[in-house]
């Protein structure tokens, strides 16, 4: 089992950056493959970015790639989201998720069996 605390969210001028960190408990973390996903008020979560196990493969919603860039330091047990040219459709709460299966479905909030408390990030106008 694995737990995950995520962390640097905030509020942000649009056109800001801002990089979300994922830290997780266990020996084991560079067995799971790691997704980002958000939620804004009154709507559904979100699928944002993924990364497999050992970081060689990753993935994005269209809606953030080439500003969002997902990587992971599996020595340190931390999945990072780099988030760059915010817009303030961006602002949503923000969501590390971890699974110990190597799934297609990466883009789908139930591939995943773990899940942070989430963090809040605001991009203003």
């Known amino acids: 089992q ?5 962390s640097g969210g905030g509020l942000v001028q649009a056109g800001g950056s801002l990089r979300l960190s ?6 084991t973390f560079d067995t799971y493959d ?6 804004a008020p009154g709507k559904e979560r979100e699928f944002v970015a993924a990364i ?14 080439g500003r969002f860039t ?10 990072y989201l780099q988030m760059n040219s915010l817009k303030p ?9 971890a699974t110990r299966y190597y799934r297609v479905s ?15 990030v605001t991009v203003s106008s």
């Open 2 to 6: 694995v737990q995950l605390v995520e």
């Open 106 to 120: 990466y883009y789908t909030s139930n591939a995943y069996e773990y899940w942070g408390q989430g963090t809040q």
């Open 89 to 97: 459709e961006d602002t949503a709460d923000y969501y590390c998720a």
């Open 52 to 65: 497999r196990s050992s970081g060689g493969f990753t993935y994005y919603a269209d809606s953030v790639k």
């Open 22 to 27: 994922c830290a997780a408990s266990g020996r």
């Open 34 to 39: 790691m997704g980002w996903f958000r939620q």
């Open 70 to 79: 997902i990587f992971r330091d599996n020595a340190k047990n931390t999945v």
